[in-house]
């Protein structure tokens, strides 16, 4: 596994598996299955309604708690000092464990910086190993560093090929926050795995359309976390890191870059 060291020391899977809509029974087993298959990093949030089942299935995998990287998201409900302490207790609780590897602050929510006071305090009480954000474009960045006192560790936004957001990655790495994608596949808004120039690519390394979307965004020094309730896909994703991109590969997968949010955000 490759990782990529954060601004405090602690090291985070460059590749990760996301959890979003994996719920109930299949969804703990799926977890479980990319534990097996090697995955570190879980990436959780109290909004996917599934940190419960996060949690037992990082008991139930066998594995050593430190040797699995949790990450997890407090949304609007906690929005304010007190009820993101209190969130963070319902999450330590959810996941069973003593300790949260990366707490984010889903969204820049209006009372973020209050949010963040209690991410800090967990963090110096040793709760939380590292602190960040989620879904802050480079306004609302800036805005936050200005007072948030501790530099966050991570930034999770939305980046593909399509919309990869290296500026914002350049802007982050400047101050020390490292980035990492969701809908690294875009979550279904293109149909990624038939793009011709990501399949002519891969077909260089022997490598599939998903694995060469991954790799360009690791390569570009961005963390990812797919997501697949699929076994085979898991693997294939897994195994995004075993290969790498030429600079003429790269430079034309860079021409897939829209500069537009496939999502409306940002
Ligand atoms: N911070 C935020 O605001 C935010 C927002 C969205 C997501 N996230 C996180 O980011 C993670 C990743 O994003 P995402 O799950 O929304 O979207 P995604 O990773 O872009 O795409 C996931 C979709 O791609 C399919 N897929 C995965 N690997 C594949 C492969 N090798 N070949 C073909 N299809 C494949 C999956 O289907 P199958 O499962 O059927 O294989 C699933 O439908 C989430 O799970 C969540 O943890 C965070």
């Keep these: 596994m490759e ?4 601004n405090n020391g602690v090291k985070l899977p460059a590749v990760g598996f996301g959890t979003w809509d994996v719920r109930g029974e299949a969804g703990k087993n799926a977890i479980l299955t990319a534990l097996e298959l090697g995955y570190r990093l879980i ?24 040797d699995i ?14 009820k993101a302490k209190a969130g963070i207790e319902k999450s330590l609780q959810a996941l069973q464990t003593d ?10 929510y209006e009372n973020a910086l209050e949010m963040y006071d209690a991410l800090k305090e967990a963090y110096e009480a040793g709760t939380v190993r590292a602190i960040g954000i989620s879904n802050f474009g480079q306004k609302e960045y800036d805005r936050f560093l200005e007072r948030c006192g501790v530099v966050p560790a991570v ?9 990869p957001q290296l500026e914002l990655k350049e802007q982050l790495a400047r101050h020390g926050t490292q980035m990492q994608s969701w809908a690294s596949f ?10 011709p120039l990501l399949n002519r690519i891969g077909a260089k390394y022997g490598k599939t359309a998903g694995q060469v979307a991954l790799r ?11 997501k697949s309730v699929h076994r085979d896909r898991m693997e294939q994703n897994l195994h995004s890191l075993d290969f790498t991109l030429s600079q003429e590969d790269m430079e034309q997968l860079a021409s897939l870059n829209e500069g537009r949010s496939l999502f409306g955000w940002y």
Excluded at 69 to 82: A, G
């Design 3 to 6: 990782y990529f060291t954060l």
């Design 43 to 66: 990436d959780t949030a109290q909004m996917y309604d599934n940190e419960t089942i996060v949690g037992e299935a990082v008991r139930e995998s066998g594995l050593a708690r430190r």
């Design 69 to 82: 990287f949790i990450t997890t998201k407090l949304y609007r409900p906690s929005s304010s000092y007190q």
């Design 99 to 108: 300790y949260i590897d990366l707490l984010l602050i889903h969204e820049p």
């Design 155 to 163: 930034d999770q936004v939305e980046s593909h090929v399509y919309y």
């Design 186 to 195: 875009t979550e279904g808004r293109r149909n990624i795995f038939v793009d």
């Design 216 to 226: 360009y965004l690791t390569q570009n020094g961005i963390a990812v976390i797919p």
